[in-house]
């Protein structure tokens, strides 16, 4: 996997324009220069979690005496529930019930940016070929730049593009990700049988 292709997949999970409404909601009662703040703060945060699941998920899976191919499977099963709901999303909106006030970490940073189906996918790139994790680091960061570009836009993005065009990309995107989500799953099934005992 190349650098470009790295944050691609990581542009896709991260789902800047499938956030777009959801940020919006969540930040409408507080004033302009408070929104970029929270915005800002909460970014850093899932950029933080995500740079620690990829430099510290080798040792969590030794610790916790998981193999590589279980993260894969999980991650992929995790990323295909999110892709589905993202194609089909439930009345209640794609992360359910969403407290008020303030959002701090939850929901924003985890899990809208920094979901489980991240996690799992850093963890993965970081595990699988350690010797590259300055190339995981940067795809991460170009990946993570391009989502805060997007959310920081995200109210003349919805004026311009309007519900029905981000609706539309949402479910591209959940298309791209069920993909990518069975590919997972399938990588960590072939591994595990490539290595089970006969």
Given at each position: ?198
């Amino acid at each position: 996997m190349t650098i470009a292709s790295a944050a691609l997949l990581l542009f896709l999970i991260l789902d800047p324009l499938g956030n777009i409404p959801v940020f919006l909601s969540l930040l409408r009662t507080l004033p302009p220069r408070r929104q970029r703040i929270v915005l800002a703060r909460e970014l850093v945060i899932a950029l933080g979690v995500l740079m620690a699941f990829l430099w510290g998920g080798k040792y969590a899976l030794e610790l916790m005496h998981l193999r590589q191919e279980s993260v894969s499977i999980a991650g992929g099963i995790v990323l295909f529930l999110i892709g589905l709901r993202m194609i089909f999303p439930p009345p209640e909106g794609l992360m359910g019930e969403i407290p008020d006030g303030e959002p701090f970490i939850v929901p924003m940073a985890i899990p809208l940016v920094a979901g489980p189906s991240g996690m799992a996918a850093v963890m993965l790139m970081g595990s699988n070929e350690p010797g590259r994790l300055g190339e995981w680091s940067l795809a991460l960061m170009i990946a993570w730049v391009a989502t805060a570009a997007i959310l920081f836009s995200a109210t003349y993005l919805y004026k311009w593009l309007g519900i029905r065009v981000l609706t539309a990309v949402e479910r591209l995107m959940g298309m791209l990700l069920v993909a990518i989500s069975v590919q997972m799953l399938l990588d960590g099934l072939g591994t595990y049988l490539a290595n089970a005992p006969t």
